[in-house]
Every structure is written in C-alpha cells, then in structure tokens.
C-alpha cells in the first residue's frame, strides 16, 4: 500500500495565513500525554515530546513491518487550556497553562498493538512513558488559521478569532484550544514557524 502522509490527505491540516476558516473534523486518533506549566521552562513538557516520538515512530514502523500499512509520522500537536482562558490571549501567563501534547496516530492501531509496542520500548526508560496513552479525539466543527511567527505573537490573533470572527459567525467555543506544529521548534527560528491554530467551536 502507499505510504499515507495525513498532512497531505486530511484538510484540517492546511491553513491559511490571515484567514479565518469554519471546518469539520473528522474523529481521530492520538498519543497523548498530559501536563501543567510553561512549556518552555518545563522538564514535564521535555519528557513527553521525547516519550511520544518514540513511541510513534516504534507504531509506524510495526505498521510497516507487520501490517504492511505505512504512514509518515505526523507532526507535534498540543491541547492548551487554562482556568482564565485570557491567559491565552492578554498577559499569556504560560504557567498557568494545561496542556496535551500529542502526535496523530492512525485508526487501524489497535490499543492492544500500542500495550505491544511499549513493552517492547522498555529498555529505553522513556520518562513520560507511565503517562502516554492512545485516545480519540472528536472536535468536530473548529475555526482555524495559520499563525507565521513566534508563539508568543499568538495572542492578538487568538484575541479575534475568540472575541470577534466567532461570535460573528454565531458560533461559541466548546473545546480546548489546539495547535499543529507544522514546524519544529527545536530546530526552526522562532519567525518561521508555522503553527496552525484552532478553536472547536458549536452553533449557537
């Protein structure tokens, strides 16, 4: 079978730069790993990107091997909320964020292949991996936009997309706030990133 590259097939993986889009999308499926604190200071956030690539790579290449179904490893998502959800858009208090960091993962991965595949990673003493777990996610309706630049400029363009361009469009926010590192950070600029931000929303 070819190998699936899900930024290329699933629509909710392209954006556009200074516009705001209404789409749907689909249940999916992902790694994930829960935490707390400023990402950029915080060991906890460290340990699960180098928990989930790991262990999505060893799903990628069981697929390949045993299913003879391959994919290419998408790219470092996160789940970020707050008690105040101005701390996302005014003073971005980033340690008073929650967070799940997570990475797609195909729907034909069974719970008993991700159980297989850990055990098979133990000797590598991944440190978030008693936290890691395979789970559904179902948004449905979002609002997105691609975000060029630093993270921390995020905030006047979240500021609009929950304050002005939601409600306009009679719509609220229901889930947490998701963004897709189409970049990564560890290696790209901080002006070249490109990060697609989304807003699971609901009809009013």
Same mark, same amino acid.
């Given at each position: ?7 290329k ?17 689909? /249940? ?7 935490? *707390?604190? $400023?990402?950029? =200071?915080?060991?906890? +956030?460290? #340990?699960?990107? !180098?928990?989930?690539?790991?262990v999505?790579?060893?799903l ?10 391959d ?24 340690s /008073? ?7 797609? *993962?195909? $729907?034909?991965? =069974?719970?008993?292949? +991700?159980? #297989?595949?850990? !055990?098979?990673l133990?000797?590598?003493?991944l ?19 691609l975000h060029?630049?630093?993270f921390?400029?995020?905030g ?12 306009a469009n009679?719509?609220?926010? *229901? ?11 560890r ?13 699971p929303?609901?009809?009013i």
């Open positions: 079978m070819p190998k699936i590259d899900f930024k097939t699933l629509p909710s993986y392209k954006a556009k730069k200074g516009k705001f889009e209404i789409i749907v999308i689909p /249940k999916l499926q992902y790694l994930m790993i829960d935490g *707390t604190g $400023d990402p950029n =200071t915080s060991t906890e +956030f460290k #340990d699960a990107i !180098e928990t989930l690539f790991p999505a790579y060893k990628k290449f069981f697929s390949k091997i045993e299913l003879n179904r994919y290419t490893v998408g790219p470092l998502e996160g789940l970020w909320w707050a008690d105040d959800m101005s701390k996302f858009t005014s003073d971005r208090d980033k /008073k964020w929650n967070w799940t960091a997570m990475i797609i *993962t195909p $729907d034909w991965i =069974t719970k008993k292949m +991700f159980v #297989d595949v850990l !055990e098979k133990k000797e590598k003493h440190k978030s991996v008693s936290k890691i777990r395979l789970e559904t996610l179902d948004e449905r309706l979002a609002v997105q936009t060029i630049g630093s921390d400029n995020e006047e363009i979240l500021e609009e997309m929950h304050s002005k361009f939601i409600p009679n719509l609220k926010m *229901t889930g947490k706030h998701h963004e897709i590192y189409l970049s990564d950070f290696k790209v600029r901080a002006d070249k990133l490109r990060t697609i931000l989304r807003q929303v609901a009809k």
